[in-house]
């Protein structure tokens, strides 16, 4: 069995016009790994992470897939390699983008029944056992507008694994919910990476990037200024704006 990272990304540009968001961002993401981006707002995270799923084409660099053939942003990007890309990752965004006239088991079976191709039925079994899992199972004929905004994100994080991707991408889950439905959110995420998911989150959640991550980006004017064992680098930072960042934060 190849050792190769399921992502391998190599030198990550993009700009927006004028405006260069990420200067070449290098990120290895293995199997089973949680990696958290952390850095202040406008730094990338968001921009970073969508170069991994192919909703932002950077201009420059490199993806690998489980060791197959690179993507080379460079040159033009075939289809299919496109299309590879989004089928491996399923992301979780900060609002859920729920069908509002979808029940909640409608809102999980929509993708992989149109998108996937799986059967209803199964589609069904399978979305009722993830929502289960979140605790939400009792929910399955509701509408997302009868739910709160933490039982939404956790429908939100069913749709995504439902999906069956290899990867999950999280773009700030929790920052548009009230502070007392943040934690219900993150235990889901918690559990999802004890049972071995690989997850890539942006957060701004440093206490759960500190005991979830296995690695932590930091993020600062579009390069990572810093990389580490959560341990590492939230005790004793090398860079003076890893510790000036960490010290506005916490
Ligand atoms: P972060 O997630 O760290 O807050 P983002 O990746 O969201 O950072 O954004 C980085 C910068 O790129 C910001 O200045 C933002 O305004 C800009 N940006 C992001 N998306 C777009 C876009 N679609 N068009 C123009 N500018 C964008």
């Not at 991408?169 to 009230?178: H, K, Q």
């Not at 439905?181 to 890539?200: H, S």
């Amino acid at each position: 069995m190849s050792d190769a990272p399921l992502l391998r990304a190599r030198g990550i540009r993009k700009a927006f016009g004028d405006h260069q968001v990420l200067r070449g961002v290098d990120l290895d993401v293995r199997r089973g790994q949680v990696i958290a981006l952390i850095g202040p707002s406008g730094s990338g995270k968001t921009t970073m992470l969508r170069s991994l799923n192919g909703l932002a084409t950077p201009e420059a660099g490199t993806l690998e897939l489980d060791g197959g053939p690179s993507i080379d942003f460079a040159a033009t990007v075939p289809k299919e390699q496109r299309l590879a890309l989004r089928d491996r990752s399923a992301m979780v965004f900060q609002h859920h983008n729920l069908f509002p006239h979808l029940t909640v088991l409608q809102n999980v079976t929509e993708g992989p029944v149109q998108v996937r191709r799986v059967p209803r039925a199964q589609a069904e079994a399978r979305g009722l056992e993830l929502l289960g899992r979140v605790g939400l199972a009792d929910k399955r004929d509701a509408y997302p507008r009868e739910l709160s905004g933490g039982q939404q994100q956790r429908v939100g994080i069913v749709r995504a694994l439902a999906l069956g991707p290899d990867l999950l991408l999280f773009d700030e889950p929790t920052s548009a919910l009230d502070p007392e439905l943040v934690g219900e959110v993150l235990g889901v995420m918690k559990e999802l990476a004890e049972e071995g998911w690989t997850m890539v989150v942006v957060t701004h959640e440093l206490s759960f990037a500190r005991a979830v991550a296995d690695e932590v980006l930091f993020l600062d004017g579009g390069v990572v200024a810093e990389r580490g064992a959560p341990r590492d680098l939230f005790t004793n930072p090398r860079e003076e704006r890893t510790r000036q960042f960490l010290h506005r934060i916490l």
